[in-house]
């Protein structure tokens, strides 16, 4: 539903997508079919007002309720709501539904550039998995151990778990220009025989290019499944990554109600911050901390990663602290992410996961904007790859 979508993107919908999908967008039928017959004047015109008035009315119109009767159909299974940057009258529609609909609900914003592949995807798989199908039973290997892999853009994350489902063994290590050759990293770190894994499985970016793990599960559903496994009551999960922050709301059983994530900037990641901590000389350890202890309250106004650091440049030629700066910084990337929250209908107790929930200032300054704790596990980068490791151990025997 929503704004006209372009070609490619429709195409990669239905390719990834396993069930009909039908385009109810603005223009999917603005066409006319010739008629059947030869007709006169009065039939022709019969005919063609037939056509005009069963195509779907624009939100331009004052009536849309020929719109609002799509998503109410009894075989729909979920709606992907696809919105064009800058077009008001389709952000307004899709909150309306937002609203009155329970079923897997994807909101895609396009400028008709070629978007973000990797991103893409993992939206699309993210909303598919939210529809609860039921996948293939894995044939396992002989083995006791089971393993998630969270194959990121910055850092690769594995988490071993026994048949009990204990957390045995990890490994987190940066993940360098190649996935397979991060994640082979990561396994000469851990302590387990490679022969006594019986399954694994991938997460992340990189989850496709992991030759030897035995499926691919989005890392939404993987942070879903981990954050329930470290706190059973945990309801929205805040995941701040390398190149993309989160924000997922579970219901009670903490499967994955409705997600949000941001679109390809960079603006209020872990790069963002990466890039700040060297124009401020200091490292990521000191970038969490830091600026807890500020004195001026300091904004920063450009949420553009680019411009964000002028604007920190100039800070420093005015001799502001840097304790202040970083503060401001911790701001800006609090508000960015709690855009992504609001969006998510967020609600009941918060968990922050990913290296961003590392950093103790915007921890805290999404807390103050929260108005309540977040819960941050003592390990937040391998909340994923035990998600991955949960799936895997579904598998056993």
Known sequence: MGARVSEGLLSRLKEQIPFAVEDF??????????????????????????????????????????????????????IVYHTVKFCDYYGFEYEEVRKQTDLPLLKIETDFTRQSLG??????????????????????????????????STTTNVAVLNREGTLVDSAIVRTGAKAQRGTEKAFEMLKIPKE???????????????????????????????????????????DIGGQDSKAIALDEQGRVKNFAMNDKCAAGTGRFLENMAKVLEIDLDQMSTVGLDYQEDLTIYSMCT???????????????????????????????????????????????????????????????????????????????AIGAALFALDHKA
């Open 25 to 78: 967008t603005c223009n999917s039928n603005r066409r006319l079919d010739k008629p059947e017959k030869q007709q006169d004047f009065e039939e022709l015109m019969l005919w063609y007002a037939d056509q005009l008035l069963s195509q779907i009315p624009c939100m331009r119109m004052a009536d849309v309720s020929q719109r609002r009767r799509l998503f109410v159909h009894p075989g729909l299974k979920g």
């Open 119 to 152: 991103q893409l995807s993992t939206r699309i798989g993210g909303f598919i998995e939210s529809m609860g199908m039921e996948k293939d039973q894995l044939e396992r290997r002989e083995g006791s151990y089971f393993v998630g892999i969270d194959s990121g």
């Open 196 to 238: 006594e894994i019986a399954l694994i499985v991938a997460t992340g970016y990189g989850r496709n290019n992991i030759s030897f793990a035995d499926e691919a599960v989005t890392e939404i559903t993987c942070h879903a499944r981990g954050a329930s496994y470290l706190a059973e009551d945990v309801r929205t999960i805040i």
């Open 306 to 384: 680019v411009f964000a650091e002028s604007e920190v440049v100039s800070l420093i030629a005015d001799n502001k602290s840097v304790p202040d700066i970083v503060h401001g910084l911790s701001k800006s990337v609090a508000s960015k992410t709690m855009t992504l929250v609001n969006r998510v209908g967020a609600a009941g107790r918060f968990m922050m996961t990913g290296g961003g929930a590392r950093n103790k200032g915007v921890v805290r300054c999404i807390e103050e904007l929260l108005g309540e704790e977040i819960v941050v596990p003592e390990t937040p980068d391998l909340c994923g």
